[in-house]
C-alpha cells in the first residue's frame, strides 16, 4: 500500500520542481525527502526521479504517480472534510496560520467565540508571514490562513483554493512628532524623498512592496533600518530614526513622539482567509472564518469612527507585517 506522507513528498517535488524546494516547503530537510522517496521508489519498485544537470526532474513513472499523488491527497482532504460535515459541528484541530496584525489585531476575539461557541473544537494558531501560510495551505499543513496584498500589488495565489475577504486595513506614514509634514491632513509619499525609512526585513512580502512602491513614485529608498515588529519600528521613529509606513490593524498605542498622518491616496491591504477549496464543507472552517470576519467588522467600525473623530491619522488602537 502507497504511503501517504510518502506520496505527499512526492507531489511537493512535482510542484515545487527540486528536492530542496519540496523540503523546503514540507519544513523537513533534503535528507528527509531523500529518503521518502527512496523508500517510495522501493514500495513501487520504479524510478521516480532521475539527475538532470545538476538538478532533479520526474521520470515518466515519478510523473505519474505524482499525478495521482495529487488526486489521491485531495480525495483524502475531502473525505475528511465529509466526515466533519457528517457530524454538522466544528470538531477536532483547526490548524491556522496569520501574519503578525492580523494575529494581534483579529484572532483574540475570534480565538475566544471559537471557544465559547464550539468547546469541542481545538484551534491552533501559527504566526507566520503570507508566503508562507499559502505554501501550508496547499501542502496541508494549515487549514486556514490569514493573509494578506497590497492595493498594488496583489498575492498570486495557487489553484484550489477558496478565498473571503475579510477587511480593507488603511495605512499612515509614521514619523517623529517634529518632522517638518507631521502637522499635515494628508501627505504625498513623493514628500519623503530625502528621508531615511525603517522597512521590514529583506525578502519579506512587505518590504518588497515597499520598495516596488516607492520606486514607482520616483523615491529611491534610503533604507536606514530594518524591524520586524511595528512596535520596534515605531520606537525607533520616536527616537527620530527614520519614518516608516504604518497599517492600522494590530497597531497599540502610538508613542509619544511619533505622529501618524495618512496617504492621500490611500495605501491599504486587503486581507483574505483562505482555505483548501475540497476542503470547503467544513464546519470547523467555516466557523472560523465567520467568527474572523466578525473580527474585522469590529476593526472596520472602530476605524470609521476614529475618523469621524477628526481623523488625525492617529488611531488609538489598531505594527510585523
Request: hydrophobic fraction near 40%; charge should be negative.
Amino acid at each position: 500500500m502507497l504511503n501517504l506522507d510518502r506520496l505527499r513528498t512526492l507531489s511537493a517535488i512535482a510542484r515545487h520542481g527540486s528536492v530542496s524546494a519540496a523540503a523546503e516547503g514540507l519544513h523537513v530537510t533534503t535528507s528527509a525527502v531523500s529518503q521518502q522517496i527512496a523508500k517510495l521508489e522501493r514500495e513501487t519498485g520504479q524510478q521516480l526521479l532521475a539527475k538532470n544537470g545538476r538538478g532533479i526532474r520526474l521520470t515518466d513513472a515519478g510523473r505519474l504517480l505524482a499525478d495521482h499523488a495529487a488526486r489521491i491527497l485531495s480525495q483524502v482532504e475531502l473525505a475528511q472534510a465529509e466526515l466533519e460535515a457528517h457530524r454538522g459541528r466544528p470538531v477536532g484541530e483547526l490548524r491556522m496560520g496569520a501574519f503578525p496584525t492580523a494575529v494581534r489585531g483579529l484572532f483574540p476575539s475570534a480565538l475566544a467565540a471559537l471557544r465559547a461557541e464550539h468547546p469541542q473544537l481545538r484551534p491552533r494558531l501559527q504566526e507566520m508571514e503570507p508566503d508562507d501560510s499559502v505554501r501550508g495551505v496547499v501542502r496541508g499543513d494549515l487549514d486556514v490562513a490569514v493573509v494578506l496584498d497590497w492595493y498594488n500589488r496583489p498575492l498570486s495565489l495557487p489553484d484550489g483554493l477558496a478565498k473571503e475577504p475579510l477587511l480593507d486595513d488603511p495605512s499612515d506614514v509614521a514619523m517623529p512628532s517634529d518632522h517638518p509634514l507631521a502637522g499635515r491632513q494628508f501627505v504625498e509619499l513623493e514628500e519623503f524623498a530625502d528621508d531615511e525609512w525603517i522597512s521590514w526585513p529583506r525578502a519579506e512580502f512587505c518590504h518588497d512592496w515597499l520598495m516596488f512602491t516607492l520606486r514607482s513614485k520616483g523615491v529611491e529608498p534610503r533604507i536606514a533600518h530594518m524591524a520586524e515588529e511595528h512596535q520596534t519600528q515605531l520606537a525607533l521613529i520616536a527616537a527620530g530614526a527614520g519614518i516608516a509606513v504604518s497599517p492600522r490593524l494590530g497597531r497599540g498605542p502610538v508613542p509619544e513622539g511619533v505622529s501618524m498622518v495618512p496617504v492621500r491616496h490611500p495605501m491599504r491591504r486587503h486581507v483574505y482567509a483562505i482555505w483548501r477549496a475540497d476542503a470547503d464543507r467544513r464546519p470547523s472552517i467555516r466557523a472560523a472564518v465567520a467568527e474572523l470576519r466578525k473580527a474585522a467588522e469590529v476593526v472596520e467600525a472602530r476605524d470609521a469612527a476614529d475618523a469621524g473623530r477628526g481623523g488625525d491619522g492617529r488611531p488609538p488602537s489598531g505594527g510585523g507585517s
